[in-house]
Structures are given as C-alpha cells and as structure tokens.
C-alpha cells in the first residue's frame, strides 16, 4: 500500500470509446502527477497539477485530459484513443517542496490501458 | 532539457553478489536523485535518494553514490537476494526556469535486475 490508489487497475477501450482513470492519494500531499509507462521506454511525465492547477502539460494530446476537482483526487479522461496510446499510466503524488530541495514522489500501481 | 542515461539495461547475478548501476545526467543543475524499484505488476517505489549536497548515502544492503563534477550517480546492492529482482529506474530533478520543481523527474531507461539463487 502506497498511499496512492488507482482505479481501475485493468482498462481495455475501443478507439471511440470515452473512459477516465482515477487516482486518490491518502498522503495529504499538494502536488499529483501523471506519468506514462510504456514497453522500452523511460518514464514519461504527462501532466503535473500543484494545490489543483495544472501546472505542467508535457505536450501531451488533446485526446487525454486531465482533471483535478481537490488535493486527493485525479483523472484522466480518454477518449478517440489510438492503438500506440496502450501503456500503464501512473499516477503519483508529493508534497510541495520547498525551493531548491527535491521532493519525494509516491507512485500508485498503475493502470494498465489497452486500446484495440 | 535534462537527459538521464543508465547502464546496464540488464543485469544478472548470482545470490550473495553485489550489483551495481550507473547514471549519468546532463543538467548541472540537477539536485535530488532518487532510484525507484519496479516489481512486475506494479508502481514504482521509492527505495532510496540523494541530494547534490551529499557524495554518498546508505541504507542497510543498499547505497548511492553521486559525483557532481561528473554528472553520474551510482546504486550499489550488496549481498544480493532474490527478491532483489526488478527493473530499477534512476531519476534526476530538473528546476524549472521560476526556480521549482514539482516532481518533474527524467528518468533513466531503467535496468533489469535478475538475481539467481
């Protein structure tokens, strides 16, 4: 248990399909992020919401879209998704860090989307 | 923008060896450097970091060293086991141009780590 729950843990969509993912964080941490995991290739950040505003997109598609209603809370609705979009999305967290100081982050399992 | 490489991309020992991988980053102004471990089915878990601060840290089996005039950082496990076995990612924190840092972390490509008994 990581503090950090994904839901569901298993998604398979069809390209026109509308679905979310959801994350909850028990850590009372500020800061929530998604990341991209995909066969052979590093982690890749998405998007980064601080105290519920978006503060980083990672040019990622409009066809993912991300929501923050609270601190505890995230989605990411996907809709018109393609095939090369198939990958575990993690979800993680981390308290606000002070400046020039590293913060930890906090992963949840993940939730693994196929899209056929 | 940052870039982080890791090597070995896999790595085979036997129970009882050390194992040792390496990064390096190409932001000098990266500070804080954790290493994540990947069991199969799940999230990443932190499992130790450094900060820019600090040449060396250790944690019972496990330990990282960091070399800033380098630009590399190293995991070392000692007295392997086999629940050792997982993908390890290294990561480095890059500031953003406004001075914070709200985990936007590179990460490494990650090693696969297999210990046999």
């Known amino acids: 248990e990581t503090g950090v729950t994904q839901t569901p843990r298993h998604l398979v969509m069809g390209m026109t399909n509308k679905k979310s993912l959801k994350c909850e964080q028990h850590l009372g941490h500020n800061a929530m992020y998604w990341y991209k995991q995909s066969a052979k290739k590093p982690l890749e950040l998405m998007f980064v919401y601080n105290f519920k505003e978006q503060t980083e997109n990672n040019s990622v598609p409009s066809r993912f879209s991300p929501e923050c209603p609270n601190s505890s809370h995230l989605f990411l609705h996907l809709h018109t998704l393609q095939p090369e979009d198939s990958a575990l999305y993690l979800c993680?967290?981390?308290?606000?860090?002070?400046?020039?100081?590293?913060?930890?982050?906090?992963f949840g399992e993940g939730s693994w989307l196929t899209v056929v | 923008g940052e870039n982080v490489e890791q090597h070995p991309s896999t790595l085979s020992v036997q129970e009882g060896d050390s194992a040792v991988i390496k990064c390096t980053y190409s932001?000098?102004?990266?500070?804080?450097f954790p290493w994540y471990k990947q069991e199969l089915g799940k999230g990443p878990q932190l499992i130790i970091d450094i900060r820019s601060n600090v040449g060396e840290k250790k944690d019972q089996r496990i330990a990282v060293t960091l070399n800033k005039t380098a630009k590399h950082f190293s995991l070392h496990i000692t007295e392997t086991q086999p629940e050792d076995s997982a993908v390890y990612f290294c990561a480095a924190m890059i500031r953003s141009a406004g001075g914070t840092s709200y985990g936007k972390l590179t990460f490494g490509q990650g090693t696969i780590l297999t210990v046999h008994p």
């Open positions: 993680a967290s981390s308290p606000e860090p002070p400046m020039d100081q590293g913060n930890t982050i906090y």
């Open positions: 932001d000098s102004a990266s500070n804080y």
